[in-house]
């Protein structure tokens, strides 16, 4: 079926005229009539529109064009713009906002010749694991639909691993787009700060989010991080860094590449099915050449403690601009103040009101200094901890998560409980390095997956790709389909 | 560090932020473990480490003061929830 191939598979049956970009299309939206009923990874799509691109893309492949991404169906987390769309961050604040113009991911994508359709859900405003904080209802974990797909990318996830799509894109904050990757069994990117544009992702907090690929497998992601890699005049963020042949980088040969296995990770709450298929892949990457040696990342403890203070108060004023004046829904008021709470009161989620308070809380008068200075002090040591490890090997591994998918319901009463989920992701973003999730297992009752995460120094992508490459070459993980 | 104990109502009104008081008494609660599992950070010595605000060691980025296409008027406007005469309408500020 034409919606389960990856990338690189359908580009080279359009190539070869063997199948169309129609077909391939209007094969991801039988798949989402059939499974998304049960799944809900998409908030919406347009058929007719995503059709219409696919024409487009067939009749460029009739001229003879040839671009990296023409005819690809590639879904979008409901946080980035796409011109004409609607984008609602999965949140009631935005009402019925359409995009006026393409993130600059997005005008890559187009560019690159890709069917870009749909709004997948995730947690409001990027803020969970679960994709339980939507105000659009759950996403379930196609491999088991009593389980949440991770989140807060939960619908990128769930769309790749159920071929509702050929690839998607999410944003990862503080483990987003990694975290879900692991949940659903497919592979997540989260590239280095800087390494892609901003522009035209809605910002949850501007220091470390970053938006990435989910895919079937790594050539996949090395494909969609090439296109989407670059420097922006309209991210001040964006580093000039030439953008590499990650593609280039997959030659399968690991041979005397060092890898770090961190002491620290070893942890209280690290499920033993976990462990072990991380300690076989760590196996694998010794047999397929890789050196093995233990490092000390001492700051791993205090991760979560940072994150949550420094992402949350760029959160409180990034969210400041929804106060329903100039886009979004409005709830009138006798003057602009009442206007703004009432607004933003009946707007606003839990989950989110939770981080606007606590974020600006630790930012107010008196607690500035004791909160978030104390913590961009302490987020310097976490960075030193990665930066000196990176002195003594090429990439870090760890598992992605502490467990595979938990339960919807299981943790959403308890915000420290969920927060701890991300302890394995969070670093590399207050770090700023790049980090992936490669499938490298599954529990045995019930059959859920498990995801081996690789992080490498700032700008270290091809290092995390070659590597994940490998081991994928070497492993049959990455084949198994959710339902079969 | 401060104590773990956060007056909801007045940090709602900072955020521009209403809340039922059944919101407010959850949050506080809420919070309060938050802040609690946050004061493990009190346990480092920062003294002499710079902040890090940003990951990335990039100054001074600009571009040429130029001229571009934007947003026409009428695309600004499209999403706003109310509007009129071109403007957005909003509750009145001044007598």
Redesign the interface.
Known sequence: MLNQLTISELTAQLARREVSAREATQACLDQIARVDGKIHAFISHDPADALAQAEAADQAIAGGAIKPLLGVPIAIKDVLAVKNQPLNCASKIL????S??DATVIEKLKAAGAVVFGRLNMDEFAMGSSTENSAFGLTRNPWDTSRVPGGSSGGSAAAVAADECIASLGSDTGGSIRQPAAFCGCVGLKP???RISRYGLVAFAS?LDQIGPFTKDVRDAATLLGVMSGAD?RD??S?PQPVPDYAAALTGNIRGMKLGLPKEYLIGGLDPEVKAAVDAAVEKFTELGAEVVEISLP?T??A???Y??IATAEA?ANL?RF????????V???????????T???G?G?EV??R???G??VL?S??HD??Y?????????I?NDFLKAFEQVDAIVTPTTPTAAFKAGEKSGD??QM?LSDIFTISCN????CGLSVPCGFTKNPKLPIGLQLLGQ?FGEESLLKLAHAYEQATAWHREKAGG | MASAEIDVKYVAHLARLALTPGEEKKLGAQLGSILGYIEKLRELDVTNVEPTAHAVPLVNITRADEIRPSLSHEEALRNAPKKGGGLFVVPKIVE
């Open positions: 009402g019925n906002y359409i006026p113009y280095t700060y800087g220091s005049p001040s963020t580093v700051h403890d205090y979560v403690a940072t949550y203070i409180s400041a106060d329903g004046i100039r886009y979004g829904a409005r009138e008021g006798a003057d602009p103040i009442e206007l703004y709470s009432k933003r009161g009946a606003f839990p009101k939770r606007i308070i606590l600006t809380y107010s008196g607690y004791a909160y200075l104390h913590a961009q002090k302490v987020r310097t040591l960075r915000p420290l927060y207050l770090a700023g390095i700032p």
